[in-house]
């Protein structure tokens, strides 16, 4: 399978490494903003063709699917662009910037029928998947989610400290993690509320913000998200249930009391967005429709467009 990553940055890496563990997988094009370091990554990892431009990319012989890893504000739109020139393609999380472009999105699939996956890691994620398991073999039930999303990002800045062209949003991209997580894990959102802090005068963004959720099961979450907290940086997970409490940290999981819970046989991988990938490969493979794809993962933007217009009133 020949597939070509957009976005050369910190997330992009993140695939690239992933995708070396997959069997019969190659990348043959990588897309980047600058075309300097693209070529840079793309010598790093072996990869023959780097552009600057993803309608390049699109026209390699013999590519099958895209993987998107560009900045929130084009993912919509080069999504469709690669479902309209025939190609599977994986969009990293947000799936769009608003409720509108989230609906194009799912309608371009529909009409081309191609696998169109969004990159909502924490399904894939070993500790959440165990959880998960554990749901649906009737052995435990969230009675509610307290979720901290916490970084230091006063500047626009990516994962490895590196400037970038494009302004994060704790609505849209954040919360998106953790409102899909929480009806994976719980059902059907019914209620969704927010408030935020006072917007960063430079950036034109909230820095802080509260989201609460009750699902249809009566499962409630508090979501605490936040660019300003100056200490341990990343998402923590807390699952308090009927039958146990879990602590997620990324692939990590522990108990409320702090014991580690083994995880490894979860599945093939302990690497979270590896088994997104092997799911993206595999659905195409299978001619199925993937875990996350862009059908199951649209209520969450149904219910980030809702707050947001609440935000906004």
Same mark, same amino acid.
């Given at each position: ?240 249930? @009927? ?7 990324? @692939? ?24 997104? @990938? ?36």
């Amino acid at each position: 399978m020949k597939i070509a990553l957009a976005g050369a940055g910190a997330f992009g890496e993140k695939h690239l490494d992933a995708l070396k563990q997959i069997d019969a997988v190659e990348v043959i094009s990588i897309v980047g903003r600058n075309l300097d370091p693209t070529q840079a990554v793309a010598a790093k990892y072996g990869i023959a063709h780097a552009c600057t431009d993803l309608a390049e990319a699109l026209e390699q012989p013999g590519l099958d699917a895209v993987i998107l890893a560009t900045p929130t504000q084009m993912h919509a739109a080069q999504a469709i662009q690669c479902m309209e020139a025939g190609k599977h393609v994986e969009v990293e999380i947000p799936l769009a910037d608003s409720w509108a472009d989230a609906e194009a999105v799912m309608a371009k699939q529909r009409e081309t029928g191609l696998v169109c996956m969004v990159g909502h890691t924490r399904r894939f994620n070993p500790s959440h998947q165990y959880v998960h398991d554990r749901i649906k073999a009737g052995e435990f039930n969230v009675q509610q989610m307290d979720v901290q999303t916490y970084f230091f990002r006063r500047k626009n800045i990516n994962a490895k400290g590196e400037p970038r062209s494009w302004t994060d949003h704790l609505l849209w991209h954040h919360a998106a993690h953790t409102v899909d997580l929480f009806a994976y894990q719980a059902g059907p959102i019914v209620a969704a509320q927010a408030m935020q802090g006072p917007i960063h005068p430079e950036l034109g963004i909230a820095m802080d913000m509260s989201i609460q959720l009750k699902a249809e099961s009566g499962a409630i979450c508090t979501l605490s998200l936040s660019f300003n907290n100056d200490g341990p940086l990343g998402t923590f997970f807390r699952y308090i249930g @009927d039958s146990a409490t879990y602590i997620a940290r990324y @692939d990590d999981l522990v108990t409320g009391k702090e014991e580690p819970i083994d995880v490894s046989g979860v599945a093939v991988s302990t690497n979270g967005i590896e088994l997104q @990938d092997r799911e993206f490969v595999a659905a195409i493979r299978e001619g199925r429709e993937p875990n996350s794809s862009v059908a199951q993962v649209l209520p969450c933007y149904r219910v980030l467009g809702e707050l947001e217009r609440q935000l906004a009133g």
